[in-house]
């Protein structure tokens, strides 16, 4: 439960911060607008609660394995908000991100 919580926490995480920079790029790089900008500003600074929720205590920890989450979530936003494709490169960089991600957070301490 605790590691389906913490998975949970950083999909949160990923969609605040991938969501938020989304929407500044648009407001600014789009010319959408102010209101797009302030609502990415809103979303990042949603970002920065979400981690605070972790069950890990160890600050470094989690911001070093969020970094996998950011990596492959930024991909599949790419894909599902953008129409990106990505390479086979992608997806392995993804996937050893992830790997990455496991087993700094969930692997057994002693």
Known sequence: MIIAR????FALAALAEIGGAWLVWQGWREQRGV?????????????????????DPNFGRILA??????????????IVVDKF????????GAAICLVGV???????RG
């Open 6 to 9: 913490s998975l949970l926490l």
């Open 35 to 55: 209101l797009w900008i302030a609502a990415g500003i809103v979303a990042l600074g949603a970002y920065g609660f979400v981690a605070t929720f972790q069950p």
């Open 85 to 92: 494709h990505p390479d086979r490169w992608d997806y392995l």
């Open 65 to 78: 394995a969020y970094g996998g989450v950011f990596v492959a979530g930024s991909l599949a936003w790419g």
């Open 102 to 108: 496991a087993i700094i957070m969930y692997a057994p």
